[in-house]
C-alpha cells in the first residue's frame, strides 16, 4: 500500500476545466494530513497554455494556473491512479478504452458525487478502493455511453467569460463535495 492517493483529472484539451479543478482541488487538499497528489490530463495533444480566460478567472480566486501546460493522458497515468475523474462521460469512456482495468475507479466528477451521496460518505479509515466500489455498486459500462446533462461540467472554451466564470463556480462546488465525501 503506498502513502499518497493519486487523483487523476481528466477533460478534452486540459487547458479549462481539468486544469481548475486540478487547482481547485489540489488547494483543499494542502493542508490535509494525508497526503494526495492531483493532476490533470486531456484526450488530445498537448502543448498547450490555458486561455486567458481561465487564467483570469482562477486569478480571482487567487491561484495562478498561468504556468500550466497541457498533455495527453496516458495509460501509464491511468495505471498510477487511484481514482480517475472524467470532467464529462467522453473522458471517462476514454480512460476506460484506453486502460481497462481502470473502470472500477473512473467516474465523471458529478457521477461520483451523486453515487456518493446515496452510498454515504467514505467512513474514517475505510480504503478509497473500497468506497468507490461502495458507491459504484450498481453501475454498468453502459452508463459511460452518450453524454449527460446531469454528469458533464460545461465546457466554457470558445465562449464568454460568464461560461468560464459559470464553470469555475460549479467546479469549486464539485470538489468542495468531493472532499467532503471521500478525501476528508
Not at 3 to 20: D, Q
Not at 61 to 81: F, I, K, Q
Not at 89 to 108: D, G, I, K, M, Q
Request: aromatic share 4%; proline share 5%; charged share 20%.
Amino acid at each position: 500500500m503506498r502513502g499518497m492517493t493519486a487523483i487523476l483529472l481528466l477533460c478534452t484539451a486540459n487547458v479549462c476545466r481539468s486544469v481548475m479543478a486540478q487547482a481547485m482541488l489540489s488547494a483543499r487538499l494542502a493542508e490535509r494530513p494525508s497526503p494526495v497528489s492531483v493532476t490533470s490530463a486531456g484526450l488530445l495533444a498537448g502543448g498547450r497554455r490555458p486561455p486567458a480566460e481561465v487564467v483570469a478567472v482562477m486569478a480571482a480566486r487567487g491561484v495562478d494556473v498561468a504556468g500550466h501546460v497541457s498533455r495527453r493522458v496516458t495509460a501509464a497515468d491511468l495505471a498510477a491512479a487511484d481514482l480517475v475523474l472524467g470532467m464529462a462521460r467522453e473522458h471517462a469512456r476514454h480512460a476506460v478504452v484506453l486502460r481497462s482495468e481502470c473502470w472500477p475507479r473512473t467516474f465523471t466528477l458529478s457521477e461520483l458525487l451523486r453515487r456518493g451521496r446515496r452510498a454515504g460518505a467514505r467512513a474514517p479509515g475505510e480504503p478509497l478502493g473500497d468506497w468507490l466500489a461502495r458507491a459504484g455498486r450498481d453501475r454498468g459500462r453502459h452508463d459511460l455511453l452518450g453524454c449527460g446533462q446531469y454528469d458533464d461540467v460545461p465546457d466554457p472554451y470558445g465562449g464568454p467569460l460568464a461560461g468560464y466564470q459559470a464553470t469555475a463556480s460549479l467546479l469549486d462546488r464539485l470538489t468542495s463535495d468531493l472532499v467532503a465525501q471521500c478525501l476528508a
